[in-house]
């Protein structure tokens, strides 16, 4: 089990499938418990890749 979130090491799923050979289906699926939570931060920089303004 990871220690911490995919998401939170900057890591895509894309790439961590791809290392591990399976699809990032399967690392959802398998890791989904790692993941939740993050999506606050995860919206935020993509607004901010997008340069939208945050709410």
């Known amino acids: ?3 911490k979130p ?3 090491r ?3 799923v894309a790439e961590v499938a791809r290392r591990v050979g399976n699809s ?3 690392i959802h699926r ?3 418990g790692c ?3 993050q999506e606050d931060a995860m919206n935020r920089k993509i607004d ?3 340069d939208w ?3």
């Open 1 to 3: 089990m990871l220690s």
């Open 6 to 8: 995919v998401g939170a």
């Open 10 to 12: 900057g890591v895509p």
């Open 24 to 26: 990032p289906e399967i």
């Open 30 to 32: 398998v890791y989904e």
């Open 35 to 37: 993941i939740y939570g």
């Open 48 to 50: 901010q890749e997008l």
């Open 53 to 55: 303004p945050s709410d």
